[in-house]
């Protein structure tokens, strides 16, 4: 079985330009999640999906930073513009959330972005 | 307060001892607890959960949860070089999202 693919895995942009990232998360998974890492730090979250719709985006910067899942499979999250602080990991992950529980989160390789 | 605390190490340990992790937790409403192995530049594998107080044992690692106390551990027994790595503790504080600590970063010493 596939797991959660992103692409691209590195991106490197000066700041004030706008990036995107995509991610398709595991087959058959309803939820999909965008975290941010940063170094030396735990992955914090941005913003949930269930299916298309997003039922937690309460730690998404909304002035600059976007997401989309139309059609409840893959997802793009986008960043415009960029500044330096933006400089992270950006990990996709994918669960299949039963009634009353949360599954296992399976976590993509993750985009690495500098912001110069 | 940070809601989940991890110490950050190193942790160092030689090989064939038992590495002891903990986490503290701040929200009493938490329900779900994980643990997630990462390798440096790679993303976070999942190790272990735990829902129940008391303690759950796969192979090797086995994860303690104590609720009253807040705090989660998770314990490796005979430890190997490859163990090597940092581990996050992760909580589901009802969001059905997951609260990370920073994490702990372990050396085993051949």
């Known amino acids: 079985e596939a797991g959660v693919v992103q692409s691209p895995r590195y991106k490197i942009i000066e700041k004030k330009q706008p990036v995107a990232f995509w991610c398709n998360p595991i087959?058959?998974?309803?939820?999909l999640y965008w975290y941010r890492q940063n170094l030396g730090q735990g992955p914090e979250l941005l913003i949930r999906?269930?299916?298309?719709?997003?039922?937690?985006d309460s730690q998404l910067p909304k002035d600059r930073f976007s997401a989309e899942r139309l059609k409840g499979v893959d997802s793009t999250l986008k960043i415009q513009p960029a500044e330096l602080g933006d400089s992270a990991v950006y990990l996709c992950?994918?669960?299949?959330?039963?009634?009353?529980?949360?599954?296992?989160?399976?976590f993509g390789p993750g985009t690495r972005l500098t912001v110069l | 307060q940070k809601e989940v605390e991890q110490n950050s190490g190193p942790l160092s340990v030689p090989e064939g001892a038992i590495a002891s992790l903990n986490c503290t937790y701040s929200?009493?409403?938490?329900?779900?607890f994980f643990w997630y192995r990462q390798y440096s530049g790679k993303s976070p594998e999942l190790i272990m959960s735990?829902?129940?107080?008391g303690d759950k044992e796969d192979g090797r690692f086995t994860a303690q949860l104590n609720k009253a106390s807040q705090y989660v551990s998770l314990l490796i027994r005979d430890s190997q070089p490859s163990d090597s790595a940092t581990y996050l503790c992760?909580?589901?504080?009802?969001?059905?999202?997951?609260?990370f600590g920073s994490g702990t970063r372990l050396q085993v010493q051949p």
């Open positions: 087959s058959g998974h309803n939820t």
């Open positions: 999906y269930e299916n298309e719709e997003a039922v937690d």
């Open positions: 735990i829902y129940s107080n």
């Open positions: 992760a909580v589901d504080t009802g969001r059905r999202a997951l609260t």
């Open positions: 929200d009493r409403v938490s329900q779900s």
């Open positions: 992950a994918s669960s299949l959330d039963l009634a009353g529980g949360t599954d296992t989160q399976y």
